[in-house]
C-alpha cells in the first residue's frame, strides 16, 4: 500500500466541504486543495441539491482522497456541513465552503503546529494585532473568547484557515445548527478552542472570495437569527462552562463589530447596484437587530460611521438619488 493509499483510509485531515448548484466553484475548489503540499488528507463533499449528480466530475480527478455523496433533500448548509463532518475520517476537520481557496502550505504549516505543540484542539492561520507575521502564539484555554472574538486583538478568522480537533467538535454536536449559518463558524472555533486551547499562526491561509451568489447578500432575515441565536448559544456555553464574564463581553463586542462590517458591505454593494428596494430592506435588517437589548451599545458606532457613509454618498459620489 502507498503512503498516498494509505492516507486515504484514516488522513490527518478531512476537508469538509458543502456545496450547493454550484460545479464550477467546487470543480476549482478541489483543484486548489489538492495543491497542498502535504498530502495527508480527504475531501468530503456533501452535495445538498438531490438533482445533482457530479459523479463524473469527480472521476476524472482520478483521487482516491475525494469522497462524493448526494444528499436525499436540501438539507440546508449547517445540516449538509455536518453530513460531511459526520462521514470524516480525519484527526482533524477543515470546514470550508466550495468558494474560500486555501494556500498551497496551509496544511504543511498546521501540521508543523501540531508537532511543535500537540494537545491542542485548535490550530490555525489568523491576523492578530502586533505579531509579526507567521508568529506563533498559544491561547489559554481560558482565553479563546476574549483572545479570538475580540476584533482588536484578532482582526480576521476564518475557520477554513483553521483545523479542529474532530472529536472535539462531534462533542460539541457539529456546526451550531441555529436556524442561521452566520456566526456558526466563529461559535464553533470558539467553543472547540476552550477545550484544549488554540495555537495561532499570525497568517492566513484562505480568504473570502465575494461574488454575486453569496447567500449573505439576500437573505437579511439570517442575519437577524444569527445574532440573537449567536449570542444565546454563547451566553449558555459561557454559564455552563463557569467562564469568566470577560467571555460575554468579548461576545458583543464582536456581534459590534460583525453588525457594523456586516451592514456597511451590504449597504454598498446594493448602493452601487441602485437597489433602493434592498436598502429599504437593509434598514428594517438594522432595526430589528438594534431592537436586541445586547445590541443597544453598537448604536453610537453605527451612527458615526453611517454619517460618514453619507458624506461620502452625497457630497464625495453623487451617483444616486436619495
Request: aromatic residues 14%; hydrophobic residues 40%.
Amino acid at each position: 500500500m502507498t503512503d498516498l493509499d494509505q492516507a486515504t483510509v484514516k488522513p490527518w485531515v478531512s476537508f469538509c466541504i458543502s456545496t450547493y448548484k454550484r460545479p464550477d466553484m467546487l470543480r476549482e475548489q478541489i483543484k486548489v486543495i489538492l495543491q497542498q503540499t502535504f498530502k495527508d488528507f480527504e475531501i468530503v463533499i456533501s452535495d445538498n441539491d438531490p438533482e445533482s449528480d457530479l459523479s463524473v466530475m469527480i472521476e476524472e480527478f482520478n483521487d482516491k482522497r475525494i469522497r462524493y455523496s448526494v444528499n436525499e433533500e436540501n438539507l440546508g448548509m449547517v445540516k449538509s456541513f455536518n453530513r460531511s463532518l459526520q462521514r470524516a475520517r480525519g484527526e482533524f476537520v477543515v470546514m470550508i465552503t466550495d468558494d474560500d481557496p486555501v494556500e498551497q502550505d496551509f496544511l504543511s504549516e498546521m501540521h508543523r503546529l501540531f508537532l511543535l505543540y500537540p494537545s491542542y484542539s485548535v490550530y490555525a492561520g489568523f491576523l492578530r494585532t502586533g505579531r509579526k507575521c507567521k508568529e506563533v502564539e498559544i491561547i489559554n484555554k481560558a482565553n479563546v473568547f476574549e483572545e479570538i472574538l475580540n476584533m482588536n486583538k484578532t482582526p480576521s478568522i476564518l475557520w477554513s484557515s483553521c483545523i479542529m480537533k474532530k472529536e472535539v467538535v462531534l462533542s460539541l454536536g457539529g456546526m451550531p445548527d441555529y436556524g442561521s449559518p452566520h456566526l456558526a463558524d466563529h461559535a464553533l472555533i470558539v467553543m472547540a478552542g476552550s477545550e484544549s486551547g488554540v495555537v495561532v499562526c499570525n497568517k492566513m491561509f484562505s480568504y473570502i472570495v465575494k461574488h454575486n451568489v453569496n447567500f449573505s447578500k439576500f437573505n437579511f432575515k439570517m442575519y437577524v437569527v444569527g445574532c440573537e441565536q449567536f449570542y444565546i448559544l454563547m451566553s449558555d456555553f459561557i454559564k455552563k462552562n463557569n467562564m469568566q464574564q470577560d467571555a460575554l463581553v468579548a461576545v458583543k463586542k464582536h456581534l459590534s463589530s460583525w453588525f457594523i462590517v456586516s451592514y456597511f458591505d451590504l449597504k454598498r454593494f446594493y448602493f452601487k447596484k441602485r437597489d433602493a428596494n434592498m436598502l429599504t430592506e437593509l434598514e428594517s435588517f438594522k432595526n430589528e437587530i438594534f431592537l436586541f437589548p445586547f445590541m443597544q451599545h453598537v448604536k453610537g458606532k453605527y451612527y458615526l460611521k453611517n454619517l460618514i457613509f453619507t458624506f461620502k454618498k452625497y457630497l464625495l459620489k453623487p451617483v444616486i438619488n436619495a
